[in-house]
């Protein structure tokens, strides 16, 4: 079949590269220069997603404060926003957790699998390193943490948890004070650098053939008839703007990953996403002392900020920014992204002081789709041609070639070899 894509972010690339798998041929349609421009630029750089990492559960935005857990919560009264924080209240209890986690594991599971068969098989070398710290502050954070720490058990994750001394014996640089209640430890837990890992997926299908990458076009809409699926091309030109031919691209099925433009691609077809966006930030920091570098990549478990060192630089990542539905196309108030910065920044001086000159650090925002229910929509989307492979919240760095390769597998209509109620549960239907 002829497959056209749209995006070149982790889910975009991922899913071309497991149509071409499947026999396909592909059209990958990025309207900026290159691939993964997009969130998939901004990561920090977590490949699988342990308990820890989920955003719903226990720790994540319990209480609805306005800022709680690491995310600034600016719903006002608007109704989509705050149906959404109801949504997530109902997965804070440990039960509910640990069943939403129980769906998401095969994919997991799935999408390691796969990269490490990519890595193997095209000798793929991204920065790989190994060395996850998640430390907790406080005694109460401690408390909740424990439903995750029992599905790691669960599922046999290897990891250590530590007590606070353990952790400083494992990481010297921590600072002792203020005290903190404890952390755990992934020695097999993977960071990498994705954005350079979509650049080499792409590089790979660009030596194969069977994928062509149309850069620097935007896709302005899909259209759909029984037998073929086809993408406009929003005009590039002021004089072909006068022109009244659309450029257009015919394939016989579309998959949409268009990471946060996905939801109103999909609209003018009727179909909504149980999706909300997010507004994340980073800075990235210059190394001011080199002995100060933590060795693990840190993650404020409770509050969702990973410090990760990337060469000659600290990324620290995480201030969410939770807004009413009709803000997410505007800038963000300068006064929410300070307070977003200055989170990251008490992050950095917390778990890691000395190491970053906070003062010289680039600031980067990126929004990224987060489900309720802490899945992303991979699917089927209204129409036997139209296909959805978007909303990984905070985990689309590898999760994205799970769900690649189960799109190609609903679009060859294959079986999938996930579990049917893995499968049911990230149907972009389901409401
Ligand atoms: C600060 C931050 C830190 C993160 N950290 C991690 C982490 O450690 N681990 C992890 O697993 N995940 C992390 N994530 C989440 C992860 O980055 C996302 O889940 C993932 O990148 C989403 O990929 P995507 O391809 O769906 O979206 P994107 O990367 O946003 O890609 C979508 C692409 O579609 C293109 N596009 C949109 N509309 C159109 C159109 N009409 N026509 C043509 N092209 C279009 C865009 O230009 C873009 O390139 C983080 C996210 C952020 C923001």
């Known amino acids: 079949m002829d497959v056209i894509v749209i995006g070149g972010g982790i889910a975009g690339v991922a899913t071309a590269y497991q149509l071409r798998a499947a026999g396909h041929r592909v059209c990958v349609v990025e309207r900026h220069a290159t691939v993964a421009q997009g969130a998939t630029y901004g990561h920090s750089g977590i490949a699988l997603p342990t308990p820890l990492d989920v955003w719903f559960g226990p720790t994540f ?31 804070h209890g440990a039960a509910a957790f640990e069943a939403r986690y129980a769906l998401l594991r095969p994919l997991i599971e799935s999408a390691e699998n796969l990269l490490a068969d990519a890595e193997g098989r095209f000798q ?51 600072p002792a004070d203020p005290p903190f209640a404890g952390g755990v430890r992934f020695t097999a837990g993977r960071v990498a650098n994705c954005p350079l890992f979509v650049k ?69 077809h009727g179909v909504k996403l149980p999706l909300y966006p ?11 002392h080199e002995e100060c570098v933590p060795q693990y990549t840190i993650v404020d478990a409770a509050k969702r900020i990973a410090i990760t060192r990337m060469n000659h630089r600290l990324r620290i990542s995480g201030g969410a920014v939770l807004l009413r539905a009709n803000q997410v196309d505007e800038p963000l108030p300068e006064a929410l992204t300070e307070d977003a910065l200055a989170l990251l920044g008490e992050a950095s001086r917390d778990w890691a002081p000395g190491a970053a000159r ?43 070639l799970g769900t690649g390769r189960l799109v190609a597998q609903q679009v060859s209509g294959e079986l999938p070899d996930l579990p049917p109620e893995t499968v049911e549960a990230l149907r972009p239907d389901r409401g």
């Open 124 to 174: 793929l070398e991204y920065e790989q390193r190994e060395g996850l710290l998640y430390l907790v502050r406080g005694s109460d954070e401690w408390a909740l943490t424990q439903p995750a720490l029992e599905l790691l058990r669960r599922f046999e994750v290897p990891h250590h948890a530590m007590s606070a001394a353990e952790c400083s014996a494992v990481e010297p640089n921590l």
């Open 200 to 268: 080499q997926l792409k590089q790979v299908l660009d030596a194969q053939g069977g994928v062509q990458f149309q850069t620097g076009r935007e896709v302005s809409a899909i259209r759909l008839e029984s037998g073929r699926a086809a993408v406009e091309l929003a005009r590039r030109l002021p004089e072909e703007a006068r022109s009244r031919d659309v450029e257009v691209i015919s394939g016989d099925a579309v998959v949409v990953a268009a990471g946060a433009q996905t939801p109103r691609l999909l609209a003018a």
């Open 358 to 400: 906070i003062s010289a650090a680039l600031a980067w925002e990126g929004m990224k789709l987060l489900s309720a229910d802490g899945l992303p929509t991979v699917g089927s989307a209204g129409h036997p041609r139209l296909f959805v492979n978007a909303g990984h919240g905070p985990a689309g760095w590898a999760l994205a």
């Open 61 to 91: 935005l319990r209480d609805g404060r306005q800022s709680s857990g690491g995310v600034i919560c600016k719903t006002g009264f608007g109704g989509q926003a705050r149906a959404f924080v109801k949504r997530l209240g109902a997965l």
């Open 278 to 288: 997010l507004r994340l930030h980073t800075l990235n920091a210059p190394v001011a």
